[in-house]
């Protein structure tokens, strides 16, 4: 039970918001009441938040008041680094000085990440195994300015005070920081390292055992709730905000790849360690691995083929024989140059044995049904080449043990009711039929149906495989002439966003920028400044641009955002569902095209005074039997399918926004 003795949320809210110059929102104090109740009754919750609504100050609240209460901290992950960083440079300093006064303590807080994001003392210092420079493929230009940056890091490594990668600015290749840094698998530990004592790692995670919030990503408290031995610091309460992503975000972490450079690398870690004919047969097996790779076609593996699978247990075995000739893994423990280079090699071996493994059990199930996970070739490009990846066909059963199990977990991002309810996301979450968990949607403080049109171009043809057609040109022209500019077009795909972007620089007199152009954030503060300006690009835009006010008056999305047809790993979820009795478009491709849907509709209101239009030329969205599903997932703006409405209201707005300029 809460400590009488704290003030409420309601007060803590209340006084926040008083001293951070805002005003209460209904949908903040219905939030914090929410993420309150579900800490007290130990209950998981999910909560819908539009934008606007003051999410994090929602949950920051009640997490803090209790790691107050409980004397133990509130761990808050997220997806992305730009919210991490607000939540530490912004939000949690203005908050706590707020709330200072009326806490036993001012709440203190840190972020805390991956170990490889940590400068290692030791690896900078001592004779660690060197990285390869063959991925660079003997390029001279690169390997100079590999060579720059590695001098910048050795300068920056005598200054730094916490060896955050990212306080490393400008940045560097990772090629040049792996140079510097260990895997949590690699290190030696704090006890046998002689720098342990004076680890950027430990000290991070010391202070983070200290404080009252944790800010992490989501990758890393996979990690922790997946892994043996404990990355965060001992807590009852987890926000996961940006909480769409998660799903996505554990896949990743849990995904293994094998390729011809994964074998090699285990090959040179291992080195003189052991006898060089094992080494060698480690060797060859990545070389038989490479040409299988070179040879075969791209995309899923649904029945092993004999030459893979015996290719697999010959790596698979070979590496075995190097971690056996290697001996005890705690050998040379009281020589930690020896130790550190051993930690290497196992850590190679382990990563290269394990994933055959993985992959050779992928295969064998009686049925579909019965299958846990996907192998899949991907192609990899000029730079990569091929690789061999295994990922689970559901990450579901993962969390529901070992993230929902141990914990109370609060769950918020702007979109979770796909199609108007949380059960899917839920059920990719692992929180099953509802028992222990509760879904709320607090709304969002925009008038959507006054503020914004949905415009279905329900008269176009769908959209084909073979680029946009001419009539989706023309509809974006027209468009984009009425609104004057001020348009973020987002495209399923590069060449969809590129080839419409050469079309249309020479049909339209607005400045017309392309995602690839120059770095992303560069484009979208171009895009901010100059309101006659249009930006197109594709997926990274459709979640991470936030741009108030009359810059952006026009969103279009050429498609429905279905994952593609050959994507190996929606395709085999899709299959798996279906072969379990559900209904695998629905609950796979329909979900992802709903979830982006809804994101990418979100960037039209960013502020209470914003209006436009949302533009979808997809005619599916109006006429396809999911359509309703679909429209369910975005925000009530007012709906037309008529092009004359859209057109009007964009020339209005835009003879407005001249008038008072």
Not at 251 to 275: K, M
Not at 474 to 488: N, P
Not at 588 to 614: F, M, S, T
């Amino acid at each position: 039970m809460p400590d009488s003795h704290l003030p409420s949320v309601d007060e803590l809210l209340s006084i926040a918001v008083s001293a951070l110059g805002g005003s209460e929102r209904q949908g903040q104090i219905t939030m914090v009441q929410s993420v309150q109740r579900a800490i007290d009754e130990d209950e998981h919750l999910a909560v819908q938040a539009g934008t606007g609504t003051g999410k994090s100050l929602a949950y920051l609240v009640p997490s803090i008041r209790h790691a107050m209460d409980s004397e133990s901290p509130v761990v808050i992950s997220t997806a992305t680094i730009a919210l991490q960083r607000q939540l530490v440079d912004r939000d949690l300093p203005r908050l706590s000085e707020a709330l200072g006064k009326e806490l036993p303590h001012e709440p203190t807080f840190a972020i805390l990440k991956g170990r490889r994001n940590y400068l290692c003392r030791y690896k900078a210092t001592a004779g660690w195994p060197e990285e390869d420079e063959q991925d660079q493929l003997f390029d001279p230009r690169e390997v100079s300015a590999t060579g720059r940056m590695v001098q910048r890091i050795q300068e920056w490594a005598e200054e730094t005070e916490t060896g955050d990668r990212d306080e490393l600015v400008p940045g560097v290749s990772e090629q040049a920081w792996r140079q510097f840094s260990v895997s949590a698998q690699e290190c030696l530990g704090a006890t046998r390292c002689p720098s342990g004592a004076e680890c950027f790692a430990e000290l991070a995670r010391a202070r983070a055992g200290e404080v009252d919030v944790v800010v992490t990503n989501h990758a890393l408290l996979a990690i922790d709730a997946m892994g043996d031995l404990p990355v965060l610091p001992e807590h009852e309460v987890v926000v996961v905000d940006e909480a769409h992503e998660l799903v996505d975000r554990v896949t990743s972490v849990v995904t293994g790849e094998l390729s011809e450079a994964s074998v090699l690398l285990a090959v040179r870690r291992v080195g003189r360690l052991i006898e060089q004919p094992i080494a060698d047969q480690l060797m060859e097996a990545g070389e038989d691995l490479k040409a299988l790779l070179a040879a075969a076609p791209p995309g899923r593996i649904d029945d092993l083929p004999q030459v893979l699978g015996l290719t697999l247990q010959l790596v698979r075995d070979t590496a075995w024989r190097c971690v056996t000739a290697l001996g005890p893994r705690n050998a040379d423990k009281d020589d930690p140059d020896k130790a550190g280079q051993r930690k290497a090699a196992f850590t190679a071996l382990d990563e290269v044995h394990d994933t055959a493994v993985r992959m050779l059990e992928a295969y064998g199930h009686a049925s579909e049904a019965d299958r846990a996970e996907v192998v899949w070739l991907d192609a990899g490009t000029d730079r990569r080449p091929p690789s061999l990846r295994v990922a689970p066909l559901t990450v579901s059963g993962m969390l529901r043990d070992k993230l929902f199990g141990e914990r109370t977990v609060v769950l918020t991002s702007a979109t979770l009711a796909l199609g108007g309810t949380f059960d899917a996301l839920a059920a990719q979450w692992g929180l099953g039929d509802g028992k222990g968990w509760q879904g709320i949607d607090v709304g969002s403080p925009f008038d959507h149906p006054r503020a914004g049109i949905l415009y279905v171009a329900k008269h176009l043809p769908q959209p084909g495989r073979d680029g946009l057609p001419q009539q989706y040109l023309d509809e974006i022209t027209e468009l984009i002439e009425a609104a004057g500019g001020r348009t973020l077009g987002l495209f399923s795909s590069m060449r969809a966003a590129k080839a419409a972007t050469e079309a249309l620089r020479e049909r339209l007199d607005v400045p017309l920028l392309c995602q690839g152009d120059d770095s992303t954030m560069l484009l979208v503060k171009q895009f901010a400044e100059d309101e006659p300006t249009c930006l197109f690009g594709t997926l990274s835009l459709w979640q991470g641009v936030d741009v108030p006010g009359p810059a952006l008056r026009l969103v279009i999305i050429d498609r429905v955002p279905f994952p593609r047809p050959d994507d190996p790993l929606t395709s085999a979820r899709q299959r798996h569902v279906a072969a379990r009795g559900g209904n695998g478009f629905m609950a796979v491709a329909a979900n992802h095209a709903a979830l982006l849907l809804a994101q990418g509709a979100g960037r039209l209101l960013r502020a209470q005074d914003d209006k436009g239009v949302i533009a979808v030329l997809d005619p599916r969205l109006a006429t396809a039997r999911y359509s309703g599903f679909l429209l369910g997932s975005l925000p009530p703006f007012w709906r037309t399918t008529d092009p004359a409405i859209p057109r009007a209201a964009l020339k209005r707005l835009a003879s407005e926004a001249s008038a008072s300029s």
